[in-house]
């Protein structure tokens, strides 16, 4: 693995990891580093810390539905909240992992494909005739996609990859670890790019 890489973990239904998404390979590029993208499940790092998202206390859902269009406008990325939101989004992150496997360039395209359906055009990805129609989009076969998703083998690649991210302190996305640091959030990126400049601060 090349340590000057970073990784990036992320959940297809969480609007701070498609905002983040559209700037993570820019930011790291600038700075001649890699981005090792993996995807996750926020519902099993929010169970291993007994968290549970923020949307789901009435107190803080108002303010965090404001907060996820006026983090995309700041960044100047096009989202429009879906209905239903927030979705399980387990068949996309096993076709995710399946893709990474073969190429692991197919796998980012993959997810941009997914994040900008759900966040840019209301695709619910939790929907199996949803998930295979973007599937074809994406120049995927809509039988092998869903073959994948209701395969063992994938889902136990993406529970081991889950139990990996909470071993390395994951317990939220988007999540970066740059240099063995961690960064948690989407408004980490002036932290991320200090970094990135001065090392160490």
Do not use: C
């Not at 498609?18 to 890699?34: N, P, Q």
């Not at 949803?130 to 994938?154: C, F, T």
């Amino acid at each position: 693995m090349n340590p000057r890489a970073i990784d990036f973990y992320f959940d297809f239904s969480s609007p701070y990891s498609y905002v983040a998404s559209e700037w993570i390979a820019a930011l790291a590029a600038r700075h001649g580093r890699t981005v090792n993208w993996k995807a996750v499940l926020l519902g099993a790092t929010f169970q291993a810390v007994e968290l549970k998202s923020p949307v789901s206390y009435p107190i803080k859902r108002e303010y965090s539905m404001r907060d996820f269009e006026r983090s995309a406008r700041f960044e100047g990325v096009p989202l429009t909240m879906p209905a239903p939101f927030p979705i399980p989004t387990q068949n996309a992150a096993r076709v995710f992992w399946w893709l990474h496997d073969q190429d692991p360039v197919r796998a980012v395209g993959w997810a941009h494909q997914g994040l900008r359906a759900y966040f840019a055009r209301g695709v619910n990805l939790s929907d199996a005739t949803a998930l295979r129609a973007l599937a074809a989009e994406s120049g995927l076969e809509p039988d092998v996609a869903e073959a994948v998703w209701n395969d063992p083998i994938w889902k136990q690649r993406l529970k081991a990859e889950n139990e990996a991210a909470i071993a390395a302190g994951v317990f939220g996305a988007p999540f970066f670890v740059v240099d063995g640091e961690p960064f948690w959030g989407n408004d980490r990126r002036p932290q991320i790019e200090r970094w990135l400049e001065k090392g160490a601060f």
